[in-house]
């Protein structure tokens, strides 16, 4: 019989040979029992329905995270202790995560935001950010 820490150590190198040729990756939610910390190079982002999501650092350099975190602030304000929390369900990040990490042409996040503003009714803000910048 193998001990449970030997059986992890195992998972954790098949996981790591299977994710060899991958350059980005988004690990969906985690039990409560896990840590609270995000791995090296991402950063946690919870829904509205509270599912984490722990997100690569270099996601931030693009223009629909720099929105969402936006969109977040307007609506819950600047997190003093909490987790950032952004004012959408689990499966509306998945999709805008899976979005930038095919590496899409700008002009598609674009078209992402514009949808995001004509669907919301409590984004103003970002509807007429995009109205005066001409995203």
């Excluded at 509306?92 to 700008?106: C, F, H, L, T």
């Excluded at 598609?108 to 803000?125: M, W």
Aim: hydrophobic share 45%; aromatic share 6%; proline share 4%.
């Amino acid at each position: 019989m193998i001990s449970p820490r030997k059986l992890m150590a195992m998972a954790k190198k098949w996981q790591k040979m299977a994710g060899i040729g991958r350059r980005r990756k988004i690990c969906l939610p985690r039990d409560k029992n896990s840590s609270r910390l995000a791995d090296k190079g991402h950063f946690v982002v919870y829904s509205m329905d509270k599912r984490r999501f722990m997100v690569p650092l270099a996601y931030l350099s693009r223009t629909i995270f720099i929105e969402l975190l936006r969109m977040s602030e307007e609506e819950f304000g600047l997190p003093r202790d909490g987790p950032i929390t952004l004012p959408f369900d689990s499966a509306a990040i998945e999709y805008m995560v899976s979005v930038v990490g095919r590496d899409v042409s700008v002009e598609l996040e674009k078209a992402l935001l514009v949808s995001l503003a004509n669907n919301s009714t409590v984004h103003g803000g970002l509807r007429s950010r995009i109205i005066v910048q001409g995203l």
